[in-house]
């Protein structure tokens, strides 16, 4: 004989729903994830790298191309701005991105130590990818450069996957080492500093 609940179950699928029931509640949908850069890897660990790449590549063109950002700032004024707020604009910009790099790095030194084959050499030629991104040909004028330049921010999807990797990394870390063989040690009987209390 069929347990009573599962017999209910059969009968119930079989008949048509009734007003009376109410129809489970949509759960909401996740955001979209923003989506990969043209030419981006897709694996987390070597996107990261490429992330760091591109990051560091704007970082560095900094010195080289603000002459020519002042000089188009200054020229293209909106009424009632001041040069020196956009120009500030720059320079927290500056300052975010050695954030964002401190926490590109962390992730990849996570992943690196967590994992059980060597990813310097992947890691090295993804960020190599990303700085070449920022690489222009001979044609590129400053001008276009520094537009180019003014107008990037990094990818959204840098950071979440940045965390999301470290986070990952830290977790599988503990468990590499838990498989680890335990290291040999004398049996040595406790001593008075190092034997457990009593309980009082």
């Known amino acids: 004989m069929l347990p009573f609940a599962f017999a209910l ?56 191309v603000m002459p020519e950002v002042t000089r188009i700032e200054a020229e293209f004024r909106k009424p009632g701005t001041r040069l020196s707020d956009d120009l500030k604009v720059y320079a927290d910009m500056q300052k975010d991105g050695q954030r964002q790099l401190k926490l590109f790095r962390a992730a990849l030194t996570a992943a690196e130590k967590a994992s059980l084959r060597p990813l310097n050499t992947v890691g090295a030629a993804a960020v190599r990818k990303g700085r070449s991104t920022w690489n222009a040909g001979p044609d590129v004028t400053k001008a276009r450069m520094a537009q180019a330049w003014m107008s990037w921010t990094p990818p959204a999807r840098c950071e979440t996957t940045a965390r999301s990797l470290e986070a990952r990394a830290s977790l599988m870390g503990p468990a590499f080492k838990a498989n680890a063989e335990p290291e040999s040690t004398p049996d040595v009987a406790p001593s008075a500093d190092t034997a457990p209390s009593a309980p009082n």
């Open 9 to 64: 179950s059969l009968f119930m699928a079989g008949q048509p729903a009734t007003a009376d029931v109410a129809a489970p509640t949509p759960t909401p949908e996740a955001p979209p994830e923003a989506p990969f850069p043209a030419g981006a890897p897709h694996d987390d660990y070597q996107f990261v790298g490429w992330c760091y790449g591109t990051l560091r590549g704007y970082l560095d063109l900094h010195d080289q």
